[in-house]
């Protein structure tokens, strides 16, 4: 009894409306990445230019064959992740729960050179589509441990000059 009123009241609190104010409830702040970078049309666009970059660049020929054909559902998913990520409506989590992006990822082995093409296709867009250069370089760091983060496959050992 306790748990449903409680998963009511949640539910209630993550909605866009509730029945004292019809209209929709702000869920970001003016300072986060996500209004920064324009709103849903902005983060729509990246996500949307993310895969055209990978759809066309022939350095990203393995990461893109990981990917489901055609893209139209994962180019929605990202745009919902990158929604609640950067700070905008938490689009995946109302959808699908929490990303358990790690967990959901363990089925494709991503080493290294695979990260490292997806953070190739990632710079590409946020030079293209990030004016504020402070904006970009927090951005690019935080893009950046995300990808590292996916890694489950064993790094090749470093070989030493000698």
């Avoid at 970078?37 to 064959?65: H, K, Q, S």
């Avoid at 490292?116 to 590409?124: E, G, N, S």
Wanted: overall charge neutral; some cysteine; aromatic content about 8%.
């Amino acid at each position: 009894m306790i748990k449903n009123v409680f998963r009511k009241l949640l539910k209630l609190d993550n909605s866009k409306t509730s029945p004292q104010n019809p209209s929709p409830i702000p869920h970001s702040d003016p300072n986060s990445p996500y209004c920064k970078l324009g709103g849903e049309a902005g983060v729509r666009a990246i996500a949307e230019r993310f895969y055209d970059v990978m759809e066309n660049d022939p350095d990203t020929e393995e990461l893109l064959a990981l990917h489901p054909q055609p893209m139209t559902h994962i180019r929605q998913k990202f745009f919902e992740f990158l929604s609640g990520w950067l700070g905008g409506p938490p689009l995946f989590e109302e959808k699908y729960g929490h990303p358990r992006l790690r967990a959901r990822h363990l089925p494709f082995k991503i080493d290294t050179k695979l990260r490292d093409q997806w953070l190739h296709c990632m710079f590409i867009v946020l030079e293209e589509r990030v004016d504020d250069p402070m904006l970009k370089m927090q951005l690019r760091q935080r893009f950046a441990a995300l990808a590292h983060h996916m890694l489950n496959q064993p790094q090749p050992p470093t070989s030493h000059a000698e």
